[in-house]
């Protein structure tokens, strides 16, 4: 089954896909940080949201 690219929000709002530009754009801005930091973060704690926002939350404090 492919991406129904016409939805502005991942499908499952628990995961982050870096390999897919726009959800990167997503969460970048739903986060508040660069593609980069995003891909670190990601790269750090795996694709949990949860797991993301409480890297960044520590790498921030």
Known sequence: M???LSKRRPQDATKINVHENWELEYWSKELGVS????R???KA?????A????YLGEQFE
């Open 45 to 49: 704690v795996g694709t949990s949201v």
């Open 40 to 42: 670190e973060a990601v």
């Open 2 to 4: 492919s991406d129904d």
């Open 51 to 54: 797991a993301v926002r409480r």
């Open 35 to 38: 593609r980069d930091k995003l």
